[in-house]
């Protein structure tokens, strides 16, 4: 396995998608390889990062709320059995 | 802002169907913002994205009295949002030509997107043309918290192809499983992976970028798409 094969794989490593084959010869060449270790670290941080980003940049609420609940009632209020 | 999604239990589906409001108004305030995201993927057009978030939210107020619970809560409103999206952009789209009086020769709903962020990096033994090096960072989750990083990976989301930005949102962001997102996406799981990792590798050159001081990202210009 080279850097480029684990270069691509390193999601798959990441998420532990790979058989023990695959898993084994990434860690094998992790262990020699300092700039394949900082790429899948990266990688992994990359994810973190994309973590980081849930909820923002986005108005929380439509701007017509007020007419979304009104529909909620009324679907309810039709269903007054429903529990 | 937690970096853990909320499950919504079987309890809060219960609530939803009694009318409760204060529940639907959380769900509104949790997947509004996510549910505009993702659908700003299948179409530019401002009011599209609209109708389609609203169109999701009616479906949902309608169908979660038959709603099954196959799927997690917020799986099956993704799912909805998507058909919903899919169908609107295909209408906007053909409306658009009629109007132009031109075929275009994009195609809505490809998955394989043809990227590759990997491409030109490696020497034609496979050895890295230019070794990454270590990012030092003492602590990254607080990085990556601050407005600037947040507008970096916001950037690099933006600019990806749009099948690969679905997945990334959907499983990175959203914090989805692989098999949830095939599911409302309708793609194999490896066509997910590829589109994922290629996502990803986008993320980490834009922060490589950034954390080098290779450029300061500016916050976010809030996104207000002009319709071409």
Known sequence: MNCEHVAHAASDYIDRKLGLRGRF????????????????????????????????????????????????RAESKKRPSDS | MSLHPTEFDADFVSRLRAGDEAAFRRLVGELHGPLSRLARSFSRNDSVIEE????????????IHSYEGRAPLRSWVFAILVNHTRKLAVKAQKQFRLEQGRYGEDSPGRDEDGDDPLGGRFEADGHWRDLPAPW?????????????????????????????????????????????????LGITGTNERVLLHRGRVRVRQALDTYLRGGATAQPAPRRERSPE
């Open chain 2, 52 to 63: 389609a978030v609203q169109e999701t939210w009616l479906a949902v107020i309608r169908g």
């Open chain 2, 136 to 184: 030092d960072l003492a602590d990254p989750e607080a990085t990556f918290l601050t407005a600037e990083a947040k507008a970096v990976v916001e950037q690099a989301i933006d600019a990806m192809p749009e099948s690969q930005r679905r997945v990334v949102l959907l499983r990175d962001v959203e914090g989805m499983g692989s098999e949830e997102v095939c599911n409302i």
């Open chain 1, 25 to 72: 010869g990434v860690w094998m060449h992790l262990l020699a390889c300092s700039a394949c270790k900082a790429y899948v670290e990266q990688v992994r941080l990359a994810k973190l990062a994309l973590r980081a980003v849930r909820g923002t940049a986005e108005p929380a609420e439509p701007a017509n709320m007020d007419a979304l609940m009104a529909s909620f």
